[in-house]
């Protein structure tokens, strides 16, 4: 499942690696929603909260990153050119981000999504 919405996610946001250098990274585009929890010289551990109904600033994953879900929810990924997808973090999985152009994610629930992402450096 997880698989099949990062594939339908990678489809979205594939748009020119130039749109990428648009967007700052997660950590550095939005502090309401993305906050490193740990960082050295090999990882970046973030924690990613998109409160009920949320969306956050656009921002790029530059680096290969792993995320996992610490609930349930249901996103709305928007890519720079207006392309959307719905991703569904699910408990207990983990899956590989694609390195991602300039986007943005909105929370389509009603209750928070928590996600941690580790970057590799």
């Not at 010289?41 to 409160?51: C, D, E, L, P």
């Not at 790029?60 to 349930?72: A, E, I, K, N």
Request: a neutral charge.
């Amino acid at each position: 499942m997880i698989r099949y919405a990062t594939i339908a996610l990678c489809s979205v946001m594939s748009v020119s690696a130039a749109m990428a250098q648009t967007s700052p990274p997660t950590y550095e585009a939005d502090s309401s929603t993305f906050k490193v929890i740990f960082e050295d010289q090999n990882f970046r551990v973030i924690s990613a909260t998109w409160k009920a109904g949320a969306a956050d600033k656009p921002h790029s994953h530059t680096v290969p990153t792993v995320s996992v879900p610490l609930t349930d929810c249901t996103l709305k990924v928007t890519s720079a050119d207006g392309k959307t997808a719905t991703v569904n973090p699910k408990v207990g999985t983990a899956s590989a981000l694609a390195i991602t152009p300039s986007h943005t994610s909105q929370n389509a629930e009603s209750a928070d999504c928590r996600v941690v992402l580790v970057e590799r450096k």
